[in-house]
Nanobody, 123 residues
Framework: QVQLVESGGGLVQAGGSLRLSCAAS????????MGWFRQAPGKEREFVAA????????YYADSVKGRFTISRDNAKNTVYLQMNSLKPDDTAVYIC????????????????WGQGTQVTVSS
């Protein structure tokens, strides 16, 4: 089993930055692709970014390309999401996920999910 715990959310002004962290348990952390999803009130869950088990392969939603960066430190069992140039439309609960396959935008490819952390961007 893998357990995921997110942290780092908060309130920022438009144009600001936040860094989210996802701490994972389990001795097979390095073999899992990891992803970030988000869900805003009244909307369905949306893919944000994903990274391969090695950390060298990354994949981003068009809405965050050039602004967000996903990375991982397998020695610390942690995946990060650096968010720059934040917009009010980025406001959502951000959720970390772990999968057994390659990085993907499809939620059904992931096996484990965290509890989420709130990100609020004011205008």
């Amino acid at each position: 089993q893998v357990q995921l715990v997110e942290s780092g959310g908060g309130l920022v002004q438009a144009g600001g930055s936040l860094r989210l962290s996802c701490a994972a348990s389990g001795r097979t952390f390095g073999s899992h692709a990891m992803g970030w999803f988000r869900q805003a009130p009244g909307k369905e869950r949306e893919f944000v970014a994903a990274v391969s088990g090695s950390g060298f392969g990354t994949y981003y939603a068009d809405s965050v390309k050039g602004r967000f960066t996903i990375s991982r430190d397998n020695a610390k069992n942690t995946v990060y999401l650096q968010m720059n140039s934040l917009k009010p439309d980025d406001t959502a609960v951000y959720i970390c996920a772990a999968g057994d396959l390659v990085p993907t935008r499809y939620a059904y490819r992931y096996d484990y999910w965290g509890q989420g952390t709130q990100v609020t961007v004011s205008s």
